[in-house]
Nanobody
Framework: QVQLVESGGGLVQAGGSLRLSCAAS????????MGWYRQAPGKQRELVAA???????PYADSVKGRFTISTDNSKNTVYLQMNSLKPEDTAVYYC???????????????WGQGTQVTVSS
């Protein structure tokens, strides 16, 4: 079993910053990718940013230049530094990890419980 625990959400004024963290724990043999998604009320969940083992780092166009994703592989942790926040960034942010739990396993997607980010104007 793999658990993802997020932290760092909250309420911030427009123009402010927040840093989200997500730590993966449990049965982990290998992590192929980690990333962040978000879902605003009435909208579909969308990719914010991701880091893959191949080095690719896709960002949503709406956050390019403002958000930065990074990882600490020794801690199985992914971070999302969010600067110059806008009211339209308000959403529940979900951590995702693609994990192989043991040697013969296949990679599977796991999700955190979500953390609320609210940006006031």
């Amino acid at each position: 079993q793999v658990q993802l625990v997020e932290s760092g959400g909250g309420l911030v004024q427009a123009g402010g910053s927040l840093r989200l963290s997500c730590a993966a724990s449990g049965s982990i043999f290998s992590i192929n990718a980690m990333g962040w998604y978000r879902q605003a009320p009435g909208k579909q969940r969308e990719l914010v940013a991701a880091l893959g083992s191949g080095g690719s780092t896709p960002y949503a166009d709406s956050v390019k230049g403002r958000f930065t994703i990074s990882t600490d592989n020794s801690k199985n942790t992914v971070y999302l530094q969010m600067n110059s926040l806008k009211p339209e960034d308000t959403a529940v942010y979900y951590c995702n990890a693609r994990v192989k739990a043991y040697y013969g396993d296949t990679f599977k997607d796991y999700w955190g419980q979500g953390t609320q980010v609210t940006v006031s104007s």
